[in-house]
């Protein structure tokens, strides 16, 4: 019993406290990142849920990566990545797609 006494002593979490708060931005950084690749349009619960925060949060997460919020629809525009195809019409495509498949999902 005393061992986990010992073992449940928050004193030794508290130590850890940084790292783990240093490996959330890290992950959510890296995960805004790839949804900035991945989605051109995206709805603030999605991403919200996406980036394991409220949606009151996420505003300020987007915001700061460069995507703008739609006030008619509410969607985010994610921060638009350059296209290194040659192949630009397939790319057009594919993004008119990838957009028509979001507004689905929302």
Sequence with gaps: ????????????WLQVRPFIDALVVKTRS??????????????P???ASMLGVSEAEVT????AAGWKQDME???YTTA????????L?????LKQLAQYMVHLES
């Design 1 to 12: 019993m005393q061992g986990c006494k010992h073992c449940l002593d928050l004193s030794h």
């Design 30 to 43: 890296e995960m805004l990142q790839l949804l900035s690749e991945g989605y051109s349009l995206l709805a």
């Design 45 to 47: 619960a999605k991403a």
């Design 60 to 63: 300020h997460l987007v915001e």
């Design 73 to 75: 629809s509410g969607m």
């Design 80 to 87: 638009i990545q350059q296209a290194t195809d040659a192949d």
């Design 89 to 93: 019409d397939g790319y057009e495509n």
